[in-house]
T-cell receptor, first 112, second 114 residues
């Protein structure tokens, strides 16, 4: 079955700095998703990456997908405190079932 | 309306109680999901319904009983739960089970079993 691993699991960074969260997955996943979760809250969909080489950007976040390397990245540019949250990547466990397999999550703490 | 609404937001129950979690969406989505999330862990799939029929049961104990009475509603009936069942229960929906469909998550029910 698909396994999804994120690193780092915890990231503390200063405002204004750049950083990247990595998401590796073990077998073919037709899609790769990124979600944000604030403490005690639900999951907010950030990006759906559909194909090799896909790059999507919104605000200070940019996600990319390399299916050959089985790697997705979430790049944070000039971090601000509001980006503090837990970020999950997820792949499709099996086709046409809607079963998402989530990574462990990366807790991001942006300090002023 | 792009919301998935879950009630209640918080629930405390004893091990002998029977309770139900409710989930509702009016986006015309035909796939609905229950996920369980323990603190500081990722969500784990429990059940998937597609066109009101159970599509996936991830070997969930029978003390959890899902029900999809119509295309907009999804319930999770709880009976004789254990303290280790305490978690955040998330409902989600998507247009269908097709690849690439975005899942919309509700705000969750925080369940505590005493």
């Amino acid at each position: 079955e698909l396994k999804v691993e994120q690193n780092p699991l915890f990231l503390s960074m200063q405002e204004g700095k750049n950083y990247t969260i990595y998401c590796n997955y073990s077998t073919t996943s037709d899609r790769l998703y990124w979600y944000r979760q604030d403490p005690g809250k639900s999951l907010e969909s950030l990006f759906v990456l559909l194909s090799n080489g896909a790059v999507k950007q919104e605000g200070r976040l940019m996600a990319s997908l390399d299916t050959k390397a089985r790697l997705s990245t979430l790049h944070i540019t000039a971090a601000v405190h509001d980006l503090s949250a837990t970020y999950f990547c997820a792949g499709i466990g099996s086709s046409n079932t809607g079963k998402l397999i989530f990574g462990q999550g990366t807790t991001l703490q942006v300090k002023p | 309306d792009t919301e998935v609404t879950q009630t209640p937001k918080h629930l405390v129950m004893g091990m002998t109680n029977k309770k139900s979690l409710k989930c509702e969406q009016h986006m015309g989505h035909r796939a609905m999901y229950w996920y369980k999330q323990k603190a500081k862990k990722p969500p784990e799939l429990m059940f998937v319904y597609s066109y009101e029929k159970l599509s996936i049961n991830e070997s969930v104990p029978s003390r959890f009983s899902p029900e999809c009475p119509n295309s907009s509603l999804l319930n999770l009936h709880l009976h004789a739960l254990q303290p280790e069942d305490s978690a955040l229960y998330l409902c989600a929906s998507s247009h269908s089970l097709a690849l690439g469909e975005k899942l919309f998550f509700g705000s969750g029910t925080q369940l505590s079993v005493l």
